[in-house]
Every structure is written in structure tokens, then in C-alpha cells.
């Protein structure tokens, strides 16, 4: 499996992926982080097979998305989606429903509750790159 840049003929694979595991994002928005190299995807033998989606931040960047085939779950796509992730911008920032803290934790994240909106978190992690 590979882990690279999203390209612009992969939008509607990416999009597909971001709907199937019931995420929210902005077709346009995508459209955009794919063209500055922000959209990294997970492939194998010419096959997508997850994608993340993230937001540059002066300090790192923020993962919109992370979203994995169904039938490719709970294989480690994810997380190599999140560390190469985290090679490439060092500090990540993640707003997630409580659901998914497993996962986050797993990876290392600081995990907190986010103010005001019961059963969203907030999670860091802190890398060298």
C-alpha cells in the first residue's frame, strides 16, 4: 500500500470514500486541497482505498477527514493515512465524535472534550518531521 497526494482525476474516488463512511465535506472544498497537494490517499495496486483530508494550519494541520473503504477497515489504512500525515505537517489537530476516540488514541492523540457540544472531542498530536 501507498500513501501519496490525492490527484485531480481522484476527486470523485475521494468523494466517495468521504460519503461512504458518512462524513461531511464540501465537494468544492476538496477540490481545492487536492490542487495544493493536501488530500492524501492510500492505494493499492491502482485501487484507492482511503483518504484524508486536511486543512494546512500554521502549526501543523487539521484532519477534516479520515475515511477508509468499508470493506478495508480496521486493516491499518487509517493510520498510515494519519502518520504519513503526521510526517508531512509534524503537529495534527482532529474534531471527531466520541465513536472514533479508540482510533485517535491508538495513534498517541491527546484527546479533550470539546466545550459545549456533547460527544464531540478534540484530539492532538504532536510529531517530528
Known amino acids: 500500500m501507498t500513501v501519496r497526494p490525492a490527484t485531480f482525476d481522484e476527486h470523485l474516488s475521494v468523494m466517495r470514500i468521504v460519503d461512504g ?48 473503504l468499508r470493506a478495508r477497515r480496521a486493516q491499518g489504512i487509517g493510520r498510515e493515512l494519519v502518520e504519513t500525515a503526521g510526517e508531512r505537517y509534524g503537529r495534527l489537530t482532529a474534531e471527531f465524535e466520541s465513536t472514533v476516540r479508540p482510533f485517535y488514541e491508538s495513534l498517541g492523540f491527546d484527546i479533550e472534550s470539546v466545550e459545549g457540544n456533547e460527544g464531540r472531542l478534540r484530539g492532538t498530536l504532536e510529531r517530528e518531521h
Open 21 to 68: 463512511a458518512m462524513l461531511e465535506a464540501d465537494a468544492n472544498e476538496v477540490k481545492k486541497r487536492i490542487e495544493a497537494g493536501t488530500v492524501l490517499v492510500a492505494e493499492e495496486e491502482g485501487r484507492i482505498l482511503g483518504t484524508g483530508v486536511l486543512e494546512p494550519r500554521d502549526s501543523g494541520a487539521h484532519i477534516d477527514a479520515i475515511a477508509v
